[in-house]
């Protein structure tokens, strides 16, 4: 016996979460063919925007939006700070190895730091955290503005920099302010680009009559645009399920929001996919009918062509056996 499970749904507002940050990776021993000891990598929003590596010593925008920003005098100015980078951890990495009796082998040391903004709200938040080997190594409490450790190797260097207030104050300052103007800057540096991209597209999918109609809207920019359904021009409250919203390699998103209502009943009324935001012009709709479906046909389809060659090759194989 199958059981069918109606799920609520309660409209989630996905705030405008932004995120800009920078990841540097250092790698000791006998690593991978092509794997340079050092790189950085910067992104935005889970989209990288430059990389750094020690094979080939330069700073290269992966966006086409940060080719002008290449061009100015800071671009010089983060190339040498990842020169420098390279070598510190090139020789902290062996340090680390000692600590952790690693005389050989393949070993990582990385820190990941940036922040986050949140356009709803306006809150902010820094983050800076250190890895061994994928671990966790050191990390820095920016409200109580020292660094914390789990494990005992990290100790010296965790006093060491908590000793250091000058440091401490100017990370304070980097992560509460300038991070967050780089990440506007950037924003507003990307934002000319997005507005080009084409409008969301509204599908309706169904694997099979017997399985719920899902609207999958996909290419749309913004987070938190709303995604609902109604039945007969009223919003729906339950019978739905909202899946997680999933980033597209483009920089656009991808959401569904499923229906749960027998092909018997959503025939007799009129049910709607609705997708709202602040920077559509006009609400887009899309009226579940049969023609509006598309639907996983049953069986394996084989183009005919394929099947000339597999005659021949079967033939083939008959007369030599013969």
């Known amino acids: 016996m199958k059981f069918i499970i109606f799920l609520i749904f309660i409209p989630l507002v996905y705030s405008e979460l932004h995120t800009f940050m920078t990841t540097y990776t250092g790698i000791s021993g006998q690593n991978f063919t092509g794997t340079p000891e050092f790189s950085a990598v910067t992104t935005l929003d889970g989209h990288q925007i430059d990389y750094y590596d020690s094979d080939i010593k330069k ?4 966006q086409d939006w940060m080719e002008e920003f290449a061009t ?18 090139k020789n902290n990495i062996h340090v ?41 190594f050191i990390s ?49 540096l990307s934002k000319a ?18 399985s719920p ?31 997680d919203t999933l980033p597209n390699e483009d920089r656009t998103f991808q959401r569904t ?21 602040k920077s559509l012009t006009e609400t887009s709709q899309k009226i579940l009918t049969e023609d509006e479906i598309t639907r996983n046909r049953p069986g394996l389809y084989v183009p005919v062509s394929i099947l000339v060659v597999a005659l021949i090759v079967l033939y083939v194989i008959w007369k030599c056996r013969k």
Not at 59 to 62: D, H, Q, S, V
Not at 104 to 131: I, K, P, S, W
């Open 257 to 277: 929001v499923a229906l749960y209502v027998h092909p018997d009943e959503w025939k007799k009324n009129q049910y709607t996919c609705v997708v709202e935001h």
């Open 96 to 136: 680390l190895m000692e600590r952790f009796s690693h005389s050989h082998g393949v070993h990582t040391f990385q820190r990941m730091y940036g922040c986050n903004l949140d356009d709803e709200t306006g809150e902010t938040q820094g983050f800076d955290q250190y890895a061994y080997d994928g671990e966790d």
């Open 213 to 243: 109609v899902e609207c999958h809207v996909t290419g749309f920019l913004f987070r938190n645009t709303t995604i609902s359904w109604k039945k007969n021009g009223q919003a729906m409250s339950d019978k739905l399920e909202s899946r």
């Open 72 to 89: 100015i005098d800071t671009w010089k100015e983060d190339t040498e700070i990842r020169k420098h980078v390279q070598q510190v951890y």
């Open 140 to 188: 820095l409490d920016l409200k109580e503005l020292r660094y914390i450790t789990p494990v005992q190797q990290a100790e010296l260097t965790v006093m060491k920099w908590n000793n250091d207030r000058t440091q401490l104050e100017f990370l304070k300052q980097y992560f509460g302010q300038d991070c967050v103007d780089w990440l506007n800057k950037f924003l507003r």
């Open 193 to 210: 680009t997005l507005e080009k991209a084409d409008p969301p597209k509204v599908s309706l999918l169904q694997k099979n009559p017997d």
């Open 59 to 62: 700073l290269i925008p992966k």
